[in-house]
């Protein structure tokens, strides 16, 4: 079993910055694949960005160049900064870790964002 517990989110203005966090415990390995997706009310839930072990990431294109994702793997922690926040940013975000050639999918329970025009 894995744990995923995010923190950071809140109420920010447009343009604005705020650095999420989630801290993973249980039976995490090396080789896990870390990500943040977002839901906005109505929308589907979609990926923000991932992040391999080794440090590959991938972004959506509409955070690219605002968003970094990054990872400590020693403390196993998952960051997201967010730069030039946008309205349309808001969402709940949550924390995901997927295990390569595994079913292995695990969830956080998720950090609201709001960012007021």
């Known amino acids: 079993q894995v744990q995923l517990v995010e923190s950071g989110g809140g109420l920010v203005q447009a343009g604005g910055s705020l650095r999420l966090s989630c801290a993973a415990s249980?039976?995490?390995?090396?080789?896990?694949?870390m990500g943040w997706y977002r839901q906005a009310p109505g929308n589907q839930r979609e990926l923000v960005a991932s992040i391999s072990t080794g440090g590959n990431t991938n972004y959506a294109d509409s955070v690219k160049g605002r968003f970094t994702i990054s990872r400590d793997n020693a403390k196993k922690t998952l960051y997201l900064q967010m730069n030039s926040l946008k309205p349309e940013d808001t969402a709940v975000y949550y924390c995901?870790?997927?295990?390569?050639?595994?079913?292995?999918?695990?969830w956080g329970q998720g950090t609201q964002v709001t960012v007021s025009s």
């Open positions: 995901n870790l997927q295990r390569p050639f595994s079913p292995t999918n695990y």
């Open positions: 249980g039976s995490t390995l090396s080789i896990d694949i």
